[in-house]
Nanobody
């Protein structure tokens, strides 16, 4: 049983920053990809960023490149998402996810179907 708990969401003005954290419990996940997705009202859940088991491979959605940074601390079973230069269109519920398949891969999938464990989500609102 894997539990993921996201923290760090909140209200921030445009141009501001937030750091999301996702702590995993119940199983060591150091050999699985961890990622972040987001979902705004009335839209589908979209890939934001992902990081492979070692932290050496990262992937970002195009609109997040240069603004968001994902990293992980396997000793703490935690993945982070640093979000800078936030825009109103970044407003969404952000979800942490862990890949279904375990393994020491150097690729990071972007499709939701590759991820089998999900957190409850944390709200990020970018508004003045």
């Amino acid at each position: 049983q894997v539990q993921l708990v996201e923290t760090g969401g909140g209200l921030v003005p445009p141009g501001g920053s937030l750091r999301l954290s996702c702590a995993a419990s119940g199983r060591t996940l150091s050999n699985r990809v961890m990622g972040w997705f987001r979902q705004a009202p009335g839209t589908e859940r979209d890939f934001v960023a992902g990081v492979n088991w070692s932290g050496g491979t990262t992937e970002y959605a195009d609109s997040m490149k240069g603004r968001f940074t994902i990293n992980r601390d396997n000793a703490k079973n935690t993945v982070y998402l640093q979000m800078n230069s936030l825009k109103p269109e970044d407003t969404a519920v952000y979800y942490c996810a862990v890949q279904i398949v375990a393994g020491y891969s150097y690729s990071v999938p972007r499709d939701m179907s590759s991820y089998g464990y999900w957190g409850q989500g944390t709200q990020v609102t970018v508004s003045s």
